[in-house]
């Protein structure tokens, strides 16, 4: 692309584009955005070391989504209190074979390392669906509810127990958490335990140092999930609530469907009520929960979730200044008070509502702004 001296462009790092002839609005518009970005790195570098405490006290902690190990580092700049969720699937997508045991141990212990004695929450493969397949991935007709996650990685237990091994080495360095996607049912979680039991033997059949004692958890992205939270929480030390696929299997609404875009409503009663059950769950039980869809990243999604209850949320590295300066500025118990009338709202139109109008009560107009 050529330009000529003194002609106005719009370059956005971010989205990685370059407007020319750029309109009136469109330069507004960047301007606001620059403004904002200017304002998130500010609060970075005021909120890095303060606590998330809100106004009435509340101690929530912040995680970080963590989805190739070079953003670790950002992770721990931006005050992250741990990885509420590693996706692993950057070692498989675009791939003709599978990344060995070392490889995958280098990507685990590289994030492992940046967080010390922090929790690291690692997920196993969760290929399928929305993440592109693997080469020779079968064909499928209804991917989302196909052959995916949880489920490809138990009918391969040799692929599977490649990556077990991998994490039970890297949780040698540090607080790792093994985490299962797309768990539908216990039995899934029985006969991954097995595995994982298989993992830890060969291990220590060849003398590699491991942990076997390794904390395992589940994604609670399915309604089944959620409703069976109970039943479930017998076998896991923790839940971690994926509302980007919850939404979406809750509402069926395909999550990258742009024409169903305005029915993907994670502020829908139902969800709120299948969130607010999953903790209710996880309080009773002992089992830790945390947040870690889109939805935590999002200021008045964050509102909501706490006001549901939830104390931990786990959000993209960028979000976190953001969400930090929300919960700072915001009690819990308008929060409480908000989602509890927003689970018996009719629609997610009117649940939005009753959010939106707390939020904008309760804390500066100015953080509202993603
Ligand atoms: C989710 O489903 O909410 C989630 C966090 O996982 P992913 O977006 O990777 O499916
Ligand atoms: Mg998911």
Request: glycine share 8%.
């Amino acid at each position: 692309m050529l330009f000529r001296s003194g002609e106005t462009v719009i370059l956005d790092g971010t989205a990685g584009t370059v407007a020319t002839r750029p309109s009136p609005a469109e330069i507004a518009g960047a301007t606001e955005r620059a403004r904002r970005e200017r304002r998130d790195t500010e609060l970075l570098a005021t909120l890095r070391t303060e606590p998330a405490v809100s106004k009435d006290d509340a101690r929530i902690t912040l995680l970080a989504n963590v989805d190739l190990p070079d953003e670790a580092e950002t992770a721990v700049g931006n005050g992250a209190e741990g990885v509420g969720l590693m996706r692993t699937e950057f070692l498989v997508v675009g791939r003709a074979s599978m990344p060995d045991e070392d490889e995958q141990y280098e990507a685990y212990a590289k994030v492992v390392r940046a967080f010390g004695q922090r929790p690291v929450i690692i997920r196993t493969f969760d290929v399928g669906g929305d993440k592109l397949p693997i080469g020779g991935w079968p064909h499928e007709p209804n991917p989302f509810l196909g052959w995916r996650a949880i489920r490809m990685c138990l009918d391969q237990p040799d692929l599977f127990k490649t990556q077990l091994r991998a994490l039970l080495r890297a949780a040698v360095l540090g607080d790792v958490r093994i985490n299962l996607p797309l768990v539908v049912s216990v039995a899934e979680v029985r006969q991954a335990r097995a595995l994982i039991a298989e993992a830890a033997a060969e291990l220590r059949g060849r003398g590699v140092p491991h942990r076997d004692d390794v904390p395992v958890g589940i994604m609670v992205e399915t309604p089944a999930a959620a409703v069976l939270a109970g039943a479930i929480a017998r076998d896991v030390a923790f839940f971690s609530i994926g509302t980007n696929d919850l939404v979406q299997y809750t509402l069926a609404v395909d999550r990258g469907n742009a024409a169903l875009a305005s029915r993907f409503t994670p502020l829908h009663p139902a969800v709120l009520r299948l969130i607010r059950m999953t903790r209710e769950v996880a309080d009773a039980r002992g089992v830790a929960v945390s947040v870690c869809g889109e939805m935590a990243s999002d200021p008045l999604m964050a509102f909501t979730l706490v006001g549901l209850g939830i104390r931990q949320l786990s959000v993209s590295p960028i979000s976190l200044p953001r969400v930090k300066a929300l919960i700072r500025g915001m009690r819990v118990a308008a929060a409480v008070e908000a989602a509890g009338a927003a689970m018996d709202a009719a629609t997610a139109d009117d649940a939005e509502t009753i959010l939106r109008a707390a939020l904008h009560a309760e804390v500066d107009g100015e953080l509202l702004h993603t």
